[in-house]
């Protein structure tokens, strides 16, 4: 991303083979999102989803915050105020992250360095995976703030928890810790600070040495079963598993079990 010396770029990208690694820049906030910010991130994700080498995406954060919610810059301070038009009125839902998050054929992973406040908590429940420090924590502060959860964090944290124990987050507004992330389900695992990205690269180049078409139709299957039935699943199921017969990766895959090696998959 483009910057200026009075204006660093809100997020920084960099490409290690076929891993994108995505860092929101604007640590002086926490990395409160603003529009560009908002903009950078759902381009970036999306253009990394069509390049044929491109596999994963790590998403974590510069400084001490991994994102302290919507930056109240961009949202006014009263029902007049010009309001941003990623804030509010807010965009059609495929401007959103989670959204992109979730319609990206490739695994999005979130390594949640610190705090993930509001509209960052939001943030991070939108991907697929999730790998929490052990010095950051969840933050549903919005109650607090008068306001209600959005950008998608009812839906994720209810398909999470159930409904009884989302509401009780939500309405206590109180900080989360690691150990009740983890026990909650809201992250897959726990680290050592200095250890988060490490951790979120060795899942990431395991993901990117896989199968990834096969990878794609399966993060498409799971996600379909939130809202589906068991029937419409059975059917995907089946024609996802009929084209993945005829993909070079499932020879592949074949030819190593009865050749006793680790597959070397190429995505196609």
């Known amino acids: 991303m483009t910057s200026t010396e009075s204006e660093p770029a809100p997020v920084l990208y960099e490409r290690r083979g076929p891993i994108g690694i ?5 640590p002086e906030t926490l990395n409160a999102m603003n529009a560009g910010m908002v903009d950078a991130l759902c381009t970036i994700v999306k253009e990394l989803d069509v390049d044929p080498d491109g596999k994963v995406l790590v998403l974590t954060a510069a400084g001490k915050g991994f994102c302290s919610g919507m930056d109240v810059a961009d949202m006014g301070t009263d029902a007049t105020a010009r309001r941003s038009p990623v804030v509010w009125p807010r965009p059609r839902p495929d401007r959103q992250a989670p959204t992109v998050f979730r319609e990206a054929n490739i695994p999005i992973i979130a390594a949640i360095n610190g705090v993930a406040a509001g509209a960052g908590m939001s ?3 939108g991907a697929d995976i999730r790998i929490m420090s ?5 933050y549903p502060i919005f109650l607090k703030r008068g306001l209600m959860p959005d950008m998608g964090l009812s839906f994720t944290l209810t398909k999470l928890v159930g409904s009884q124990k989302a509401l009780e987050l939500i309405w206590n507004a109180d900080p989360i810790d690691p150990q009740e992330c983890l026990r909650l389900g809201l992250v897959n695992k726990i680290v050592p600070h200095d250890k988060l990205m490490d951790t979120a690269m060795e899942t990431a180049e ?3 040495s896989g199968p990834s078409m096969a990878i794609a139709l ?4 799971v996600y379909r079963a939130e809202s589906g039935t068991l029937e419409s699943e059975l059917e995907f199921g089946s024609f996802s598993q009929q084209r993945l017969m005829g993909s070079q990766d499932f020879a592949e895959g074949y030819r190593s079990f009865i050749e006793k090696r680790p597959p070397r998959f190429k995505g196609e």
């Open 134 to 138: 052990d010095q950051a924590r969840f």
């Open 123 to 125: 943030l991070a429940l």
């Open 218 to 221: 399966a993060k498409r299957s």
């Open 22 to 26: 995505l860092t929101l820049n604007r």
């Open 206 to 208: 395991r993901l990117a």
